[in-house]
């Protein structure tokens, strides 16, 4: 998924405010530092979703016959690599 960098900070200004009206969440330090992490972390996560997506797509490409982008057969497969990628980000998280 693609987001300017203004969707990006507008987001971390929307979860910053989620955040300080949420009373169970305490946080310490500046509430700029805490919404620019929070802009880190939504550039990273975008980031690793368009790897994955990346990966998917080659994985297709390097079939021995061309799958049209957009047919059902390229779309199933585009699902189905992207969960591949998916699980294994996730098994490096846990």
Excluded at 87 to 94: D, F, G, P, T, Y
Aim: hydrophobic residues 35%; charged residues 45%; without cysteine.
């Amino acid at each position: 998924m693609k987001l300017s960098h203004e969707k990006i900070v507008h987001l971390s200004h929307l979860m910053l405010d989620a955040l300080l009206e949420d009373d169970r969440v305490d946080y310490h330090g500046d509430e700029n530092e805490v919404r620019q992490r929070i802009v880190t972390l939504l550039k990273t996560e975008l980031e690793q979703e368009d790897a994955m997506e990346d990966a998917a797509r080659r994985k297709i490409e390097s079939q021995k016959r061309g799958i049209p982008e957009g047919s059902p057969e390229w779309d199933l497969l585009f699902r189905k690599y992207y969960e591949e990628e998916l699980s294994k980000v996730k098994r490096l998280k846990e």
